[in-house]
Nanobody, 122 residues
Framework: VQVVESGGGIVRPGGSLRLSCAASGFRVTDWPVSWVRQAPGRPFEWISV???????YYSLSVSGRFTISRDNAKNTVSLDMKSLRASDTALYYC?????????????????RGQGTQVTVSS
C-alpha cells in the first residue's frame, strides 16, 4: 500500500488549494480514503473521507469549505480546499482507511503517505 500526496503550498487567507493523493497497491474504489491533518503541536485531526461507495464525509471544521473527490481511472483522491484560514495550516496526510469513528495511530502510520504542507498566511 502506498499513497503519495501533492499540491500543498503557501496561500493567503481566503485562498484555495487542491491536494492530490495518488494510490498504489489498492483501488480507491475498493477502500475508503481519508485526509488527516496535523498542525504544529496539535494531535492528528481527521477531516474527510470518501468511502468505497463514493459517499463523502467531513469534519465540522472543514465542512462547506473542503470537497473530497476521486478519479477512479487515475486511482487518485483529491481534496479541494477553499476559504482557507490560518487555522488550516497543517501537514496534510492521505491515508487508506476511515478514521472518523476512531483514530488508530498504528493503522494510520501503516497506511499514510509522507504528507504535504499547507500554510495559510498573509
Amino acid at each position: 500500500v502506498q499513497v503519495v500526496e501533492s499540491g500543498g503550498g503557501i496561500v493567503r487567507p481566503g485562498g484555495s488549494l487542491r491536494l492530490s493523493c495518488a494510490a498504489s497497491g489498492f483501488r480507491v474504489t475498493d477502500w475508503p480514503v481519508s485526509w488527516v491533518r496535523q498542525a504544529p503541536g496539535r494531535p492528528f485531526e481527521w477531516i474527510s473521507v470518501i468511502e468505497d461507495n463514493g459517499n463523502a464525509y467531513y469534519s465540522l471544521s472543514v465542512s462547506g469549505r473542503f470537497t473530497i473527490s476521486r478519479d477512479n481511472a487515475k486511482n487518485t483522491v483529491s481534496l479541494d480546499m477553499k476559504s482557507l484560514r490560518a487555522s488550516d495550516t497543517a501537514l496534510y496526510y492521505c491515508a487508506k482507511g476511515d478514521y472518523r469513528a476512531s483514530f488508530n495511530r498504528q493503522i494510520f502510520e501503516r497506511n499514510r503517505g509522507q504528507g504535504t504542507q499547507v500554510t495559510v498566511s498573509s
